[in-house]
T-cell receptor
C-alpha cells in the first residue's frame, strides 16, 4: 500500500514566523511531489511542485525534497493569518501512472 | 489558466435517487479524476479517466459509475444515492505525461437525506 503521511496538526505559529510542514512517503520510486493549500470548504489549489532533490523557492514558500530519506517539506516564511489552511502533500508513485496519492493534510493556524 | 468547473456547489438528494455530478475542463487535459473528501480520511479516488470512453476504478468505486463521452466532460453517477455518500466531491484534471499537476474544480457538497 503506497502511503503519504502527514501530521494532522494543528500546527500553530505566530504571525511572521516560519511554518514548517512535513510529509513522508513510502516508495523510493516516486517522481513528482506537490503541495496543495485548501481553505475550509474550498477545493485544493496548487502551491508548489518539486521533482528533484534539494530546495525550490517561490516567494515566501520553499519546498524541500530528500528522496533518500523519503520526505518532502514545505516552509512558509513570514507566515500570515491568510496562510491558515490545511496543506495537502501529494506524491506520484512511478507504478501509479498519472494518479496522485494524497496525505490527509496538516492544518496550519497562524496567530495574529 | 486552467479552469475546471463543476455543475453544482451544493446538492441535496433523497436516498435512492439517481444523482449526476458533472465536471468540465477547458485545457484539453487527457486525464480527469473524481475524488471524495471526508474529514479525517483525506482525498480518496473514486474513478479516473485517461481518454474518451476510457475509465479506471480508483480506491472506492462501489456505488458509483462514470461517463466520459467528450474529452472535456467527465460525469460521476450515483445510481442509487445512500446516506453514506454524503460528502464533498472534487473533480480534477491533468495532462498525461506521468505525474503532472492536477487542477481541481470548486467541489460539490452533496447531502443525501
Amino acid at each position: 500500500q503506497k502511503e503519504v503521511e502527514q501530521n494532522s496538526g494543528p500546527l500553530s505559529v505566530p504571525e511572521g514566523a516560519i511554518a514548517s510542514l512535513n510529509c513522508t512517503y513510502s516508495d523510493r520510486g516516486s517522481q513528482s511531489f506537490f503541495w496543495y493549500r485548501q481553505y475550509s470548504g474550498k477545493s485544493p489549489e496548487l502551491i508548489m511542485s518539486i521533482y528533484s532533490n534539494g530546495d525550490k523557492e517561490d516567494g515566501r514558500f520553499t519546498a524541500q525534497l530528500n528522496k533518500a530519506s523519503q520526505y518532502v517539506s514545505l516552509l512558509i516564511r513570514d507566515s500570515q493569518p491568510s496562510d491558515s489552511a490545511t496543506y495537502l502533500c501529494a506524491v506520484n508513485y512511478e507504478s501509479s501512472g498519472d494518479k496522485l496519492t494524497f496525505g490527509t493534510g496538516t492544518r496550519l493556524a497562524v496567530r495574529p | 489558466d486552467v479552469k475546471v468547473t463543476q455543475s453544482s456547489r451544493y446538492l441535496v438528494k433523497r436516498t435512492g435517487e439517481k444523482v449526476f455530478l458533472e465536471c468540465v475542463q477547458d485545457m484539453d487535459h487527457e486525464n480527469m479524476f473524481w475524488y471524495r473528501q471526508d474529514p479525517g480520511l483525506g482525498l480518496r479516488l473514486i474513478y479516473f479517466s485517461y481518454d474518451v470512453k476510457m475509465k479506471e476504478k480508483g480506491d472506492i468505486p462501489e456505488g458509483y459509475s462514470v461517463s466520459r463521452e467528450k474529452k472535456e466532460r467527465f460525469s460521476l453517477i450515483l445510481e442509487s444515492a445512500s446516506t453514506n455518500q454524503t460528502s464533498m466531491y472534487l473533480c480534477a484534471s491533468s495532462l498525461q505525461h506521468g505525474g503532472e499537476t492536477q487542477y481541481f474544480g470548486p467541489g460539490t457538497r452533496l447531502l443525501v437525506l
